[in-house]
Each structure stands twice: as C-alpha cells, then as structure tokens.
C-alpha cells in the first residue's frame, strides 16, 4: 500500500509547515459525506497517533493515513494545482469509481 505526493504538494506543505512554525506533515482521510458516500478530509499533524501509516514524499514532507482510511485511499497522489485564479489540492485516486457533479464527494 502507498501513497505519493507530487513535489507541488510537497512544496506547498513544507512552505506551509514553516509557516505556522510547527507541524509533522499532513494528515489525509476520508469521512462519510456528500451525495457520493465519502470525502477527503486534509488536516495537518502536530503530532503522529500511534496507528498512522506514515508515506514520505518529496522534501521529506510526510503523510500520515489511518488504517480505516488507507483502504480508500490506497495508491493515491495528493497533488496541489493552480487553475487560474484558484488553487488547492487534487486527489488523483485510483480506487473512485464515481464521483458527484460538484467534485465534493466520490465512492469506490
């Protein structure tokens, strides 16, 4: 089981990371929502759980996953994209089979 992030994202983590002054990396989940059945929860993490899968990235950013999550979540990349004026993360999942209209939810 893996997961990947892009070096935009690690880019945008750890400039983020030295931002705030403080921070492990980040945490990346899903929870139930939405018209699909589930979405992707980002936080970052001051301090690891004993349970976390732990992925590293480039820069040495780290990502870390709890083992309910990691299912869905399997084989991801966690991308940051700029289009136009917007930006944030993107989620490249191989496991989503459909996802809805407004891009807010997905289901495997």
């Known amino acids: 089981m893996a997961i990947t992030m892009t070096d935009a994202a690690a ?11 403080h921070g492990e990396g980040v945490r990346l989940g899903v929870r139930t929502s939405g018209c699909s ?6 936080e ?8 976390d899968q732990v992925f590293t990235g480039p820069q040495d950013v780290k990502i870390y ?3 309910k999550s990691l299912v869905y979540l399997d084989g991801t990349e966690l991308d940051f994209v700029k289009e136009g ?4 993360f993107k989620f490249n999942n191989p496991n989503v089979s459909s996802e809805c209209g407004c891009g807010e939810s997905f289901n495997v």
């Open 11 to 21: 880019d945008h983590v750890a400039r983020y990371l030295e931002k705030r002054g």
């Open 37 to 42: 059945g589930m979405a992707y929860v980002l």
């Open 44 to 51: 970052f993490v001051d301090e690891a759980l004993d349970e």
């Open 65 to 67: 996953i709890d083992p």
């Open 85 to 88: 004026l917007n930006e944030g």
